[in-house]
């Protein structure tokens, strides 16, 4: 089966400094997407960054990077220089050949960046 | 249209009701999919429409929740004799194909209520 964890509820990070968000996944597979997605208070599902199962490098995008560590099952998402608009929760999901393209979700960790 | 949009935004209904939620997924997008979110937790899958094929029904709960795609585009989801546990908010997407990378434009939602 496949899975995603993410082992923290909730996470404080003060304004400007960088944060790493968990995720830890479990497929068989040996192909598959890892995203993350940003959900504020408003409730939308915000894309943030794809990471794919074969990409050598790890994916940035602007202030996101995702730490790939393929041997070790884990896609952790790194903000750097935190702001406060940057306070939401954030969903790792993974999609592979098995799920038929589904993306599985993570229950999300709440970020709240503190001033 | 420029995103997925859902409708009713707010749905709250009586116990016992039945309850058609809408989506319309971005033009051209061939693949749609329904999510369930419950308070504080991640993403349920609930079903999935690509193009002309048979939809991927496996994460429907019960026998009380269907969905249907007319013409490819717009899809609607009924639950039938709603229960208090339905409560939560429906979420849809869509992309552009089976493409692995190919990340899910979300709608807003809908958050039903069931009393």
């Known amino acids: 089966a496949q899975k995603i964890t993410q082992t923290q509820p909730g996470m404080f990070v003060q304004e400007k400094e960088a944060v790493t968000l968990d995720c830890t996944y479990d497929t068989s597979d040996q192909s598959y997407g890892l995203f993350w997605y940003k959900q504020p208070s408003s409730g939308e599902m915000i894309f943030l960054i794809y990471?794919?199962?074969?990409?050598?490098q790890n994916a940035t995008e602007g202030r996101y990077s995702l730490n790939f560590q393929k041997a070790r099952k884990s896609a952790n998402l790194v903000i750097s220089a935190s702001q406060l608009g940057d306070s939401a929760m954030y969903f790792c999901a993974m999609r592979g050949l098995r799920s038929q393209g589904n993306l599985i979700f993570g229950k999300g960790t709440k970020l709240s960046v503190k001033p | 249209g420029a995103g997925v949009s859902q409708s009713p935004s707010n749905k709250v209904t009586e116990k016992g009701k039945d309850v058609e939620l809408r989506c319309d997924p971005i033009?051209?997008?061939?693949?749609l999919y329904w999510y369930r979110q419950s308070l504080g937790q991640g993403l349920e899958f609930l079903i999935y429409?690509?193009?002309?094929?048979?939809?991927?029904k496996s994460g429907l709960p019960s026998d009380r929740f269907s969905a249907e795609r007319t013409g490819g585009s717009v899809s609607t989801l009924t639950i039938q004799r709603t229960q208090q546990e339905d409560s939560a908010v429906y979420l849809c997407?869509?992309?552009?194909?089976?493409?692995?990378?190919?990340?899910?434009?979300f709608g807003s939602g809908t958050r039903l209520t069931v009393v």
């Open positions: 997407a869509s992309s552009p194909d089976r493409v692995l990378t190919a990340g899910y434009t």
């Open positions: 033009s051209g997008h061939t693949a």
């Open positions: 990471q794919g199962s074969y990409d050598e």
């Open positions: 429409f690509q193009g002309n094929s048979a939809p991927d």
